[in-house]
């Protein structure tokens, strides 16, 4: 079974940084991080395949970092915006075709709220 908890999200100003984490156990496979406004698709942002890739939107300013030996992903996020307000979750197993498609995740965490203030 695969257990995947998030922490790290806080509120912060335009221009700050912050850390999010996943602490994970299970079998998870290719890993990935979503974020979600309300009202809106849960939108793909970054995975943990072979390689790390970052959606357009936060390429440059988003990135994924891990720590093996304690089983933690990282979302490391600096030049935040307004715009990145979001509900800020993590998934794991890719079953799907598409790695930026919530569709494509079997597990997912709980969620972190990151508010970014201008």
């Known amino acids: 079974q695969v257990r995947l908890v998030e922490s790290g999200g806080g509120s912060v100003q335009a221009g700050g940084s912050l850390r999010l984490s996943c602490a994970h156990s299970?079998?998870?496979?290719?890993m990935a991080w979503f974020r979600q406004v309300p009202g809106e698709e849960r939108e793909g942002i970054a995975v943990?395949?072979?390689?790390?890739t970052n959606a357009d939107s936060v390429k440059g300013r988003f990135t994924i970092t891990e720590d093996y030996k304690n089983d933690i992903l990282y979302l490391e996020m600096t030049g935040l915006q307004p715009e990145d307000t979001a509900m800020y979750y993590c998934?794991?197993?890719?079953?799907?075709?598409?790695?930026?498609?919530?569709?494509?995740?079997?597990?997912w965490g709980q969620g972190t709220q990151v508010s970014v203030s201008s």
């Open positions: 998934a794991a197993l890719l079953v799907g075709p598409d790695r930026f498609s919530p569709a494509s995740y079997r597990y």
């Open positions: 299970g079998d998870t496979g290719v």
């Open positions: 943990r395949g072979i390689h790390i």
